[in-house]
């Protein structure tokens, strides 16, 4: 039987503050300064949506079974939310400069160059038509000129501010005694889920998609990321609302997809890979346990535009000790693949699901996927 899937949507009631799991020492002096992710990592929703089925169900922590039961459950998330529209990372193959004034946007293609290049084999560099900076701003952009820009148009993406910084002053504390420590001063950066921008009040959400047994509702009050700062829980049993299913357009230019065309996969959060920075799932065409829709067709990577890695760590309670560091290919890297066989629509089944390796990171969020057309520079 189909487990159901909902929404849950996180409400922030103060400014949250989201680390990667890497230790901060402001008691000896060591540090000064901790800043806020900007969101927080998939594996820290999934462990606190988790965390809240067992309150709801009064859980017995200590019972072994049931925590591995909880670990299964798979969450699929975080994605911003403004309103009831999505806010995603901007995709790198697009690249925002100003010109004469205005702001343009350069898309990146791949070609083939004359001279070669030092890429590893058989993938293709990127053409940047002009020298040019990047303009700050458009580091978010908002689901509907994501859909264009899948799709091949032209987009100038509207500014998304996103969750603005809170800075804070604190001072550290002598246990022993009780007291201030002279001169230990640190700042904490917080994210706040809400702003005022020209009289106009903003709030933002994070949601993730859970599939949640009959009985598994979660506690709707808890507290999420460092600190332990407190957020609102909201059930949404209305899919097509609360999340972004795979437009029809989109599926109308993969139908219409040949042999050898090009598709794009956008990251939406960060992934995590056997290879490092390239998906291990490309070397197992047809395998069982792949990403779902990924047996079905045969892809070939022929170039990629990736960020630098991220880290991302943790405490384990089960062994009492940090966890290894491993790391994440950031959200918004864009990958480029020839189809070289098999239904392109199939790939779709991973409309914003999960495309890393390994199926407990699937089943935590890491790799939500958007896929898109492609073409080749001129």
Known sequence: MAVPERVLEIQALTPQFWRDGRPFSAADGTETAAQSLPLPLPSTVAGFVRA???FAQKANWSDYQYLQNLH???????????GEEIILPAPRDALVYRKDHQDRVMRLQPFQPVGGCNLPEGLMPLRVSEDVKPQPGYTLWRQGDMKR????????????????AEQRIHVAMDPSKGKAQEGQLFSVSYRALE????GRYIPYTLRA?????EGHTPQLLGFLGGESRPVALRVREEL?????DCPESIQKAFAGLA?????RMVLATPALFEDGWKPGWLKKPGEQHLP????KVRLRLVAAAVGRREPVSGWSLRNNRPKPVRWMVPAGSVYFFELLEGDPSAVLESWLRPVSDNEQDRKDGFGLALWGVGSYAD
Do not use: D, M
């Open 195 to 198: 702003q005022v921008q020209n």
């Open 292 to 295: 779902r829709g990924l047996a």
């Open 240 to 244: 097509s609302r609360y999340w972004w």
């Open 259 to 263: 042999k050898g065309q090009l598709i």
């Open 52 to 54: 809240q089925v067992g």
């Open 72 to 82: 299964g459950l798979p969450i699929y998330g975080p994605l911003l939310a403004c």
């Open 149 to 164: 820009w899948l799709l091949g148009e032209t987009v100038l993406p509207e500014r998304v501010a996103g969750p603005p």
């Open 209 to 213: 998609r859970a599939s949640l047994p």
